[in-house]
């Protein structure tokens, strides 16, 4: 990793296709660009998707012992509602521009589980954290930075910077600790118990170590077994979390899930370093190093690469399969993929270019900005 890529993954996780303008602009793409900054490797291999190729791999997890000494392949994650576990919705998405605070220009970067509640960015710099409720726009008190993630239970999960990240809950803010030794950290995720998951480094992001922290907000590590690496990487992450605990990421490259009781599983291989960047249900969303989507079924036990549109991979999905892919603005159109190969297009509302960031469970809402890196607005899709 360059010193250029290292410093970028720190400075408000970057942007997803250009550097990071002087006024911070398009924070969104902060989210995606810093997590493909940390893992890019020029020196580790790399393939380019043609088409779709399911890559079977049965068996690979194997027999493993759990803590409380049961033995047995990788357990199922916690099933959707029984709402969620319907026909997923049907193709076509239909774009709505949401106004921010006052007018002022906002990006949309996170949305809860149900869809209901959208969080994002507003202000000058792009600092301002802010969530959308019923479209109408609410700035949090006490917090700055940019909404990372929303919780089931409507917590707003913000990361200010390189040193300070936190869990706001109707006006009440938790600062989530850093782990003993560790300067640095990066929070992802958060679920409705208020847990949330993220990396923590002292400095020297090659060596970032995968951690959790409780609804309190303290702090511990998740195991990293040394046997589990791909070629030389040596940073690791956590990077989502599902209802129950279980947390979906990388250890030195390896795609992993980790259960709840802390034993970390891997996924099925890609032939290639490989980050994760959100988990749905049976599936976890992510991508190869050289920006290929890829979408793991955990009950399968196969991965699926999707067809290449940029550098950024898969950034969410839905508990259906529907992998969002978010392409680059004013480069190429942001899509919702199914498992069964249906493919929705995410332009703005008059057909401008998009991106998305986010999609709740369902995959039947998404969120992102529309325009350009200098003028934008942020959008909602709503999906049939």
């Known amino acids: 990793m360059s ?50 190729a399911v890559l079977a791999t049965a068996g690979v997890l194997g027999a493993v012992k759990f803590r409380d000494g049961a033995t047995g392949n990788l357990p199922a994650l916690s099933p959707p509602s029984a709402a969620a576990s319907s026909a997923g919705p049907a193709a076509g998405c239909e774009p709505t521009r949401l106004t921010g605070p006052d007018g002022q220009q906002a990006e949309a970067t996170a949305i809860d589980p149900t869809g209901r509640i959208v969080g994002g960015t507003t202000g000058a710099q792009r600092d301002v954290p802010v969530i959308w409720k019923d479209g109408r726009a609410e700035r949090l008190s006490g917090v700055q930075g940019v909404v990372v993630d929303i919780g089931a239970d409507g917590a707003v999960l913000g990361w200010a910077d390189d040193s300070d990240a936190w869990v706001w809950r109707s006006g009440q803010v938790t600062h989530l600790a850093k782990l003993a030794g560790n300067r640095l950290l990066s929070a992802y995720a958060i679920n409705g118990k208020g847990q949330v998951a993220g990396y923590a480094a002292d400095g020297n992001l090659n060596a970032a170590v995968p951690v959790m922290w409780a609804a309190d907000g303290s702090v511990h590590k998740l195991s990293t077994p040394a046997a589990t690496k791909f070629g030389d990487v040596t940073d690791s992450a956590a990077r989502d979390i599902t209802e129950d605990g279980r947390v979906v990421g990388e250890i030195r490259g390896v795609p992993v899930v980790w259960t ?125």
Do not use: F
């Not at 979408?295 to 550098?311: G, K, P, Q």
């Not at 960031?357 to 200098?374: K, L």
């Open 3 to 52: 010193n250029d890529e290292r410093t970028g993954a720190e400075l408000r996780h970057l942007m997803l296709t250009i550097d990071v303008p002087a006024s911070r602009a398009d924070v969104h793409r902060a989210v995606t660009d810093g997590q493909r900054a940390i893992h890019r490797r020029t020196a580790m291999l790399t393939a380019a998707a043609a088409g779709v």
């Open 260 to 384: 709840t009781q802390g034993v970390p599983l891997p996924l099925a291989p890609v032939g290639s370093q490989a980050m994760v960047s959100a988990v749905a249900g049976r599936y976890v969303y992510g991508a190869k190093v050289d920006g290929t989507p890829l979408r793991w079924d955990i009950e399968a036990a196969t991965v699926t690469e999707l067809a290449r549109i940029s550098d950024n991979g898969a950034r969410a999905g839905s508990v259906h399969g529907d992998a969002l892919l978010p392409g680059e603005l004013a480069r190429t159109v942001s899509r919702r993929v199914g498992v069964n190969g249906r493919v929705d297009l995410l332009p703005g509302p008059g057909g401008e270019p998009a991106i998305a960031a986010a999609m709740s469970a369902d995959g039947s809402t998404i969120v992102g900005v529309a325009g350009t890196a200098e003028s934008h607005t942020p959008i909602v899709w709503t999906c049939r």
